[in-house]
């Protein structure tokens, strides 16, 4: 079966510096989709960066960049240049991979909630 | 372009009585997703619909049923409600089922059972 695991249930950082949150996965599958998602106390889900099994570059967005290291099953984001605004709960997800490579859902790990101070 | 929403933004129920939530996809999007995501938890999958059909499902009992109409728009209906069932509901919505496309989720119906 498929599982996300995040193993920080809390982080904190210094604004402007960078911090690393961990995703491990687990798959026997070769085509897969991994995401890293932002959720402020609002709610709402904010799509960060996508990162392909077969992409063989790190995904990077902006002040987002996703350390994927395929054989160790592990898909880690890295914020650099943290700013208050990044105080948030974050998830990281899988996309399961149905018949005929259609996307399927999202599998989501317990999260890791991020504080920067001032 | 309006974003996906869903309506409404809280609801107070008590145990047993049926609730539905809404959900309007974004403009253009013809798959939308339901999750439940209880306290301190990751959200779970609940089930998905692409072009009115189901085409996924998650653990969730069958009191959980869901339509998809011809805009894309979507409900999530939920039977004899129990104590257990009180969680944020999100929804999501993208263009197809290419495992890369992203999903952009909606703000969330916070459901609380008594």
């Keep these: 079966a498929q599982k996300i695991t995040q193993t920080q249930p809390g982080m904190f950082v210094q604004e402007k510096e960078a911090v690393t949150l961990d995703c491990t996965y687990d798959t026997s599958d070769q085509s897969y989709g991994l995401f890293w998602y932002k959720q402020p106390s609002s709610g709402e889900m904010i799509f960060l960066i996508y990162q392909g099994s077969y992409d063989e570059q790190n995904a990077t967005e902006g002040r987002y960049s996703l350390n994927f290291q395929k054989a160790r099953k592990s898909a880690n984001l890295v914020i650099s240049a943290s700013q208050l605004g990044d105080s948030a709960m974050y998830f990281c997800a899988m996309r399961e991979i149905m018949i005929y490579n259609q996307g399927g859902k999202l599998i989501f790990g317990q999260g890791t909630e991020l504080s920067v101070k001032p | ?114």
């Design chain 2, 1 to 114: 372009e309006t974003g996906v929403t869903q309506s409404p933004t809280h609801l107070i129920k008590t145990r047993g009585q049926q609730v539905t939530l809404r959900c309007s996809s974004q403009s253009g999007h013809n798959t939308v997703s339901w999750y439940q995501q209880a306290l301190g938890q990751g959200p779970q999958f609940i089930f998905q619909y692409y072009r009115e059909e189901e085409n996924g499902r998650g653990n969730f009992p069958p009191r959980f049923s869901g339509l998809q109409f011809p805009n894309y728009s979507s409900e999530l209906n939920v039977n004899a409600l129990e104590l257990d069932d009180s969680a944020l509901y999100l929804c999501a919505s993208s263009f197809g089922l290419a495992v890369y496309n992203e999903q952009f989720f909606g703000p969330g119906t916070r459901l609380t059972v008594l």
